[in-house]
């Protein structure tokens, strides 16, 4: 199993989850051209994609679909609730219907020799997913856009070879920050954003011996900095009983605008 996050962001977010022989993209949200040259760069293109997975709509994850749906043939998973929000967008809208192949949280769907297991996450859009997936026994996941996590979402995240799991913002940056204040207690709300500090703790509690790299992703751009998120994070799994060293993990920020390299499982 290969993973890649392309881009991770508030400004965009794309990732590659792939085998030998099955390559999928897991949300859209920069430009073809952009996309197509990450792909480019670990030897594929636009045809070798099998499909890609919407987490939901909002335009960070769905951004480059419009153009990249316009001039390859792949189909689109996403739930009920995102492909009605996106038929109701300007530029969405005229997508083909027939593109689109519904799923729904916890019933697995299998692409080529992968099988993925969307899972559900609180996040203020019409039915957004994580996703969990699987070659034989090695497990990705990717985890944003969430407010608050459950033991429901930790169980989900146990046992992964790789994971991208959100690290939002800094909550005192965030709070003295210039945001309105709607902004800011729509982001620290449930169906928020997760910050470095919670992004930590559901890290402590899922950590195991054969994660080969540990991604914190869709960094706010305003409320939150690579290396404070990183050492919250670390400060977090120093004070929790995981038993794990901070320093001995495979803990990387995952950029903005810059492919993370392939991990190879
Ligand atoms: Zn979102
Ligand atoms: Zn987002």
Known sequence: MRFESIASGSSGNCIYV???RTHLLMDVGIS???TGQALHDIGLDFKDIDGIFLTHEHSDHIMGLPVIAKYSQM????TKGTIRALARMPKYRDIDPDRFICIRADEPVSVGDLKIDPMTISHDAAEPVGYRVYEGSKKACICTDLGCYT??????LQDSDVLLLESNHDINML??????YSLKQRILGNRGHLSNAASGQLLSRVLNSHLKGIFLGHLSKENNIPELAFETVRVEL?????GY????LPIRVAERDVPSGLVEL
């Open 18 to 20: 792939g085998s030998d």
């Open 32 to 34: 073809r051209k952009r």
């Open 75 to 78: 189909p689109i998973y996403a």
């Open 151 to 156: 033991d429901y979402t930790q169980a989900c």
């Open 175 to 180: 709070q003295v920050g210039h945001y309105p």
């Open 238 to 242: 120093m004070f929790s009983e995981a």
């Open 245 to 248: 060293r901070a320093e001995e």
